[in-house]
T-cell receptor, first 114, second 113 residues
Framework: DAMVIQNPRYQVTQFGKPVTLSCSQTLNHNVMYWYQQKSSQAPKLLFHYYDKDFNNEADTPDNFQSRRPNTSFCFLDIRSPGLGDAAMYLC?????????????FGQGTRLTVV | GDSVTQMEGPVTLSEEAFLTINCTYTATGYPSLFWYVQYPGEGLQLLLKATKADDKGSNKGFEATYRKETTSFHLEKGSVQVSDSAVYFCALGHQGGSEKLVFGKGTKLTVNP
């Protein structure tokens, strides 16, 4: 089945050690998003790509970066993880190009910082 | 800016009880409205959606009607099951020059046998 796949499901990283989370999609969607979700909170949009165009949210810290080498893959890089970056990171996709398309989410990667 | 307000949780019900989770929104233009469900340890799944005023979204016994006059999109189910225990998020999609979903804070539902 076409889907959004995130790897790994669980990631443990050391304080200050760079970490990369990955997302792939077989939906051929134009838009890919990264959300951060902390415990008992709503997902918070960090940034998204519309095709190759990167759109950063104004309040996303510089510590968070993203790459999209092709349509299918998108990466979230955390350059120097702090304890406050421990969260569930959700990747999502949507078709784009028309108003109000729904988003399809991966299962998420739970990041622990030790 | 756009925003979504959901009723505070958690909500605890007995099996076969009636469920309502309130959701209201503030947005410019004509957003689409969504309900997403998140089971423990999982990502979000689309439960239902409505793209214009008076549309009713429905899925798995859940329903919600897009009410523009009250800016609401309340989620209802006539008879909940234990398997419905999850966190429910109301969201709006508003293009506004970019593709974004704005989420409410979520409502945790626990259904007891």
């Amino acid at each position: 089945d076409a889907m959004v796949i995130q790897n790994p499901r669980y990631q443990v990283t050391q304080f200050g050690k760079p970490v990369t989370l990955s997302c792939s999609q077989t939906l051929n969607h134009n838009v890919m998003y990264w959300y951060q979700q902390k415990s008992s909170q709503a997902p918070k949009l960090l940034f998204h790509y519309y095709d190759k165009d990167f759109n950063n949210e104004a309040d996303t810290p510089d510590n968070f970066q993203s790459r999209r080498p092709n349509t299918s893959f998108c990466f979230l890089d955390i350059r120097s993880p702090g304890l406050g970056d421990a969260a569930m990171y959700l990747c999502a996709t949507s078709r784009g190009g028309r108003l109000n398309t729904e988003a399809f989410f991966g299962q998420g990667t739970r990041l622990t910082v030790v | 800016g756009d925003s979504v307000t959901q009723m505070e949780g958690p909500v605890t019900l007995s099996e076969e009880a009636f469920l309502t989770i309130n959701c209201t929104y503030t947005a410019t233009g004509y957003p689409s409205l969504f309900w997403y469900v998140q089971y423990p340890g999982e990502g979000l799944q689309l439960l239902l959606k409505a793209t214009k005023a008076d549309d009713k979204g429905s899925n798995k016994g859940f329903e919600a009607t897009y009410r523009k006059e009250t800016t609401s999109f309340h989620l209802e189910k006539g008879s909940v099951q234990v398997s419905d225990s999850a966190v429910y998020f109301c969201a709006l999609g508003h293009q506004g020059g970019s593709e974004k979903l704005v989420f409410g804070k979520g409502t945790k539902l626990t259904v007891n046998p």
